[in-house]
C-alpha cells in the first residue's frame, strides 16, 4: 500500500556563528527507515521522544519533503511532492488524525461546515445536499448526534473533537490512516473509547494505518506490526507478537521492561537504559544505540562504536539491527515471566 524506501529526512538549522562564519548543521531526524505498510494492517511506530516518529509521517503526508529515499504510494513517487503539488486523489487518500484536535478546527465555523468542506475539497458528493447527507452519516459513524453539526468547536469537548477529526479523516474514501499519538492529548476517561472507535472504522473499512506512539502497551492490543525506532533508524520490526518475546533488540528489551504492570503474577525483569537519547545534530558513530546498550560487552572488540550493524533476519518478517549474532540474540531472556 505504501512503500518506504531507505528514507532519510534531515533538517538544516543555523549553528552560532564561528568566527565570523556563518554556518548551518544538520539535524538528522530520520536517517534511514525502510518499510512497506500492507493493505488494511495496523502499523506502529514507537520509540522515545526525539527518534523522528513525527517527521516521518510529515513527509508522508507532504508537510516536508524528504532529503534521500523514496516514498512509493499507488505506483508514485511522492516523497518530493510537498502537500500543495500533490493531486487531490492522494491527499485525500493519505489522511492524518493529529495529536491535538484542538488545533485542527477552526474556531469560526459550525463543526457540520467544516466536515462539508473537507468533502468538497476532496471531491466527494455530487452537490450540497449530497454533501450534507454525508456530513451526517459521519457523524453518526463517529457516535455523535447529528445535532452537533451546528455546533462551534468550542461547544466540544476534547473527545468530541477528535472524533470530528476522525470523521474529517475518514470523508474522503482514504486508503492510509496516519495517526499520530492520537489520544495522548485527550483526557484518559476517553482515550479507551476514542481507540475502539479508530479500530472499528479501520477495520471496517480495510484502511492502513500507520499509528505513531512512544509507548510499547498501547499498541500491543491495536498493531498487526510494529517498528521500533531509535534516532532516525528502524532497530526492529516485526508481527506484534515477536516484538514482545525475545529474540529483541537491545532497546527493545529497555522499552518492554519499562511498561508499568498492575498484574502481581506477571514478573518483570528490569532493564536499565542509561542517559538521554543523543542529540539528532551529532548522533553517535556505529550503532545509534551504542552509548546506552546494555549488550554492547558481548560483541568482541569496538565494532559497536565503529560499524553500523546490520539488519540481521531473526525470525521470517523479523528483522533486528545489531551486530549481535541470531543465536546469541535467541538466547536473550524474556521480559516477562
Ligand atoms: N522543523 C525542524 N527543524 C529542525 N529540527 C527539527 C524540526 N522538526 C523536528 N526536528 C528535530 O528532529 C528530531 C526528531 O523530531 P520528531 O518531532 O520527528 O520526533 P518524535 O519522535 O515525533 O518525538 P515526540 O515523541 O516528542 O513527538 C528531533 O531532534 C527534533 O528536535
Ligand atoms: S550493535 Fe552493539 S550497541 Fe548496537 S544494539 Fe547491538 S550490541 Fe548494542
Ligand atoms: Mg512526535
Do not use: W
Not at 71 to 93: G, L
Not at 100 to 125: A, K
Not at 198 to 218: A, N
Amino acid at each position: 500500500m505504501l512503500d518506504v524506501v531507505r528514507l532519510k529526512k534531515h533538517y538544516r538549522v543555523a549553528a552560532s556563528a564561528l568566527f565570523g562564519k556563518r554556518e548551518s548543521r544538520a539535524v538528522k531526524a530520520v536517517e534511514d527507515i525502510s518499510f512497506a505498510a500492507r493493505e488494511a494492517e495496523v502499523l506502529a511506530i514507537v520509540g522515545e521522544s526525539g527518534c523522528g516518529k513525527s517527521t516521518l509521517a510529515k513527509v508522508l503526508l507532504g508537510l516536508e519533503t524528504a532529503s534521500e529515499g523514496l516514498v512509493v504510494f499507488d505506483h508514485e513517487a511522492i516523497q518530493n511532492q510537498p502537500v500543495e503539488s500533490r493531486a487531490v486523489k492522494t491527499i485525500a487518500s493519505i489522511q492524518m488524525i493529529f495529536q491535538n484536535p484542538f488545533d485542527t478546527l477552526n474556531p469560526s465555523y459550525s463543526v457540520g461546515s467544516q466536515i462539508v468542506r473537507t468533502l468538497e475539497r476532496f471531491r466527494v458528493g455530487v452537490n450540497m445536499s449530497e454533501r450534507r447527507d454525508i456530513m451526517l452519516r459521519l457523524l453518526d459513524l463517529v457516535k455523535l448526534p447529528r445535532a452537533f453539526a451546528s455546533r462551534s468547536p468550542r461547544q466540544l469537548s476534547g473527545g468530541q473533537k477528535q472524533r470530528i477529526g476522525v470523521a474529517r479523516a475518514f470523508a474522503g474514501r482514504p486508503r492510509v490512516i496516519i495517526a499520530d499519538e492520537p489520544m495522548s492529548a485527550l483526557d484518559v476517561s476517553v482515550q479507551a473509547a476514542i481507540s475502539e472507535l479508530l479500530m472499528s472504522l479501520q477495520r471496517e473499512s480495510k484502511t492502513t494505518m500507520v499509528f505513531i506512539s512512544h509507548d510499547l502497551s498501547v499498541v500491543r492490543y491495536l498493531a498487526d506490526r510494529v517498528a521500533v525506532m531509535y534516532l532516525g533508524h528502524i532497530v526492529e520490526m516485526g508481527a506484534t507478537e515477536q516484538i514482545f518475546t525475545p529474540p529483541f533488540h537491545p532497546y527493545t528489551e529497555a522499552l518492554l521492561s519499562a511498561i508499568p504492570i498492575a498484574d502481581a503474577r506477571v514478573k518483570k525483569r528490569h532493564v536499565v537504559l542509561e542517559g538521554e537519547i543523543p542529540s539528532a545534530l551529532s548522533p553517535p558513530k556505529g550503532c545509534p544505540f551504542q552509548t546506552r546498550c546494555g549488550h554492547k560487552r558481548e560483541v568482541p572488540g569496538d565494532l559497536c562504536e565503529r560499524e553500523m550493524p546490520p539488519t540481521r533476519t531473526v525470525a521470517e518478517g523479523h528483522t533486528i539491527l545489531c551486530h549481535l549474532p541470531v543465536e546469541t540474540l535467541k538466547r536473550m531472556e524474556p521480559v516477562f515471566a
